[in-house]
């Protein structure tokens, strides 16, 4: 167990519709990031935040959104979904927002649109 | 930013074989590199990473190597068994200003007892 916890595991939904994915870091960890892996997939980056704020953002769609929260817990927002939004969405976390710290995923809520 | 390249994007071997897999780095300023393992619908979990004030590190069967003047650093995995059978990540980061870990493409490694 990484400490990293993300919910729901499994998500299936409609097209059009729009989903929350949560995310409780590890404690103590600041940093909080969100990757997308597709079939066959490597691990996209979509977007960190720090201490609350958003710290840097990767291929994220206009339609997904994100926020850390003052309990550092994450949500990342998928709306207007499509069916090439069915992708495992993972959340790390790690202390700090650099340096050569390890980033701990959690399990990943699997994210299918029908 | 930083871009990273893995291959292969699929290696198969015999069990007792090694197995290496290379990635290579854009960003000159690069000084962290883990890597990552995933079995089949799990998360990924950090196995080994290397810093770049060294040139090797070794963790029992497993050995990542660090050339930053070529910027590319391999793991080494020896006397492979099923068990090593996953996607394996690469990844490269830095230090000082806002960074996030680039990860490569995946290498699929299936061993074959």
């Known amino acids: 167990d990484s400490g990293v916890t993300q919910t729901p595991k499994h998500l299936i939904t409609a097209t059009g519709q729009r989903v929350t994915l949560r995310c409780s870091p590890r404690?103590?960890?600041?940093?909080v990031y969100w990757y997308q892996q597709s079939l066959d997939q490597g691990l996209q980056f979509l977007i960190q935040?720090?201490?609350?704020?958003?710290?840097a953002k990767g291929n994220i769609l206009e339609r997904f959104s994100a926020q850390q929260f003052p309990d550092l817990h994450s949500e990342l927002n998928l709306s207007s979904l499509e069916l090439g939004d069915s992708a495992l969405y993972f959340c790390?976390?790690?202390?700090?927002?650099?340096?050569?710290?390890?980033?701990?995923f959690g399990q990943g809520t699997r994210l299918t649109v029908v | 930013g930083e871009n990273v390249e893995q291959h292969p994007s699929t290696l198969s071997v015999q069990e007792g074989d090694s197995a290496v897999i290379k990635c290579t780095y854009s960003d000159s300023a690069s000084n962290y590199f883990p890597w990552y393992k995933q079995e089949l619908g799990k998360r990924p979990q950090l196995i080994i990473d290397i810093r770049s004030n060294v040139g090797e590190k070794k963790d029992q069967r497993i050995a990542v190597t660090l050339n930053k003047t070529a910027k590319h650093f391999s793991l080494h995995i020896t006397e492979t068994q099923p068990e090593d059978s996953a996607v394996y990540f690469c990844?490269?980061?830095?230090?000082?200003?806002?960074?996030?870990?680039?990860f490569g493409r995946g290498t699929s490694l299936i061993v074959h007892p």
């Open positions: 990844a490269a980061r830095r230090s000082g200003g806002s960074y996030i870990p680039t």
């Open positions: 404690s103590g960890d600041l940093s």
């Open positions: 935040y720090y201490n609350g704020e958003e710290r």
């Open positions: 790390a976390s790690s202390v700090m927002d650099r340096g050569n710290t390890e980033a701990f």
